[in-house]
């Protein structure tokens, strides 16, 4: 048990190392000619496996590759394929002090099973030291900026230095996703973004978690078909889209990362 935790910690060090060397070199520069690239790698990767995708994102871009991860069941099921296709890559998530205690208890989880080191990434501010200088919880008032501050700010230091990063977003969970490609330009965040569930189906990725008895969240079976910050997510209701939950009773629908203005 000692040499598989020795090990782990060795990946979890080989990763940290890599990714700080990767932030000290000039950064990834958008060309009509890698544009063209991307373009037609999206194109034909759009009929291969998620793990093909993995593996052809992991030789082109690592050490310079990173993933966001909010521990949904898509990022979970990514996780899983990256364990068995490319361990090397960093991978991160936004904490931003309101997090459930189910998401940040399923990062152990990921870790002591796969072995990968889910990396925190945090603003400068404690909730208290934010709430404290904004007269209170900004979420109750403008939960736009609170994204901003808590995940838009810490994600763009986050990709300083890479050439791409994967989310693991979906075409079908909202209008602001329809359109993604497979590999594309991210505009928003200047590097290149690679997508590899985009044409995935809710089916499809709950069924690899049920076959291959992936670590995921146990409030999804509480009714939380989506999962983000605490204070701004419920269990849907019956009949009400997944993402209903999400910022429910106001307009909001995205908390920046992917939202299709930026594209």
Known sequence: MSTNFE??????????????????QSPIKETPELLL?????????????PQEILRWAAEKFVPRLTMATAFGPEGCV???????????????????????????????????????????????????????????????????????????KVLK????????????????????RAKSPIVGWDKKFELVKVSPLANWTKGDVWKIITDCDIPYNPLH??????????????AILVGEDERAGRWS?????????????DD
């Open 7 to 24: 090990s782990m910690a060795q990946k979890s060090e080989l990763q940290r190392s890599s990714t700080a060397s990767a932030a000290s």
């Open 37 to 49: 690239e991307l373009h037609q790698a999206s194109e034909r990767l759009e009929s291969a496996s």
């Open 78 to 152: 990514i996780l899983h394929m990256l364990a068995e296709v490319a361990p090397e890559v960093h991978v991160f998530n936004l904490e931003t002090g309101y997090q459930f205690s189910e998401t940040l208890e399923l990062r152990d989880r990921i870790l002591s099973r796969y072995g990968i080191e889910v990396e925190f990434k945090r603003p400068d501010l404690t909730v208290e030291q934010y709430e404290q200088q904004n007269g209170g919880p900004v979420y109750l008032k403008d939960p736009d900026r609170c994204c901003a501050d808590r995940k838009i």
């Open 157 to 176: 230091r986050a990709l300083l230095g890479m050439d791409a990063w994967m989310s693991a977003i979906r075409r079908d969970q909202s209008p602001d």
């Open 221 to 234: 079976d509480k009714g939380y078909t989506s999962i983000g910050c605490w204070p701004c997510t419920r």
């Open 249 to 261: 009773g106001t307009v909001k629908t995205e908390c920046g990362l992917h939202s299709l203005n």
